[in-house]
């Protein structure tokens, strides 16, 4: 009876390979991202704050 070495490097290699593709789809978006210019306000936001609301803690 013959004992053979059961190795598997395609398993290593196929991880890395999904996990760099991954990667490149992140980076990707993440740069589309940036790229798209979304509307901001034109004005300042101001809120006013009644002094009733306000509480003083000691």
């Known amino acids: 009876m013959q004992f053979s070495k059961n190795t ?3 398993s ?7 996990i760099v593709f991954v990667l ?3 980076i990707g978006a ?3 991202l ?3 210019e ?4 034109n004005k300042d936001i ?3 704050i009644p002094n ?3 509480k003083i803690v000691k």
């Open 46 to 48: 101001e809120k006013i």
């Open 52 to 54: 009733e609301k306000l």
């Open 38 to 41: 979304f509307p901001s306000p």
């Open 30 to 32: 993440i740069v589309l």
């Open 24 to 26: 490149i789809i992140f």
């Open 8 to 10: 598997s490097n395609g």
């Open 12 to 18: 290593g290699k196929s991880l890395l390979i999904k």
């Open 34 to 36: 940036g790229k798209i």
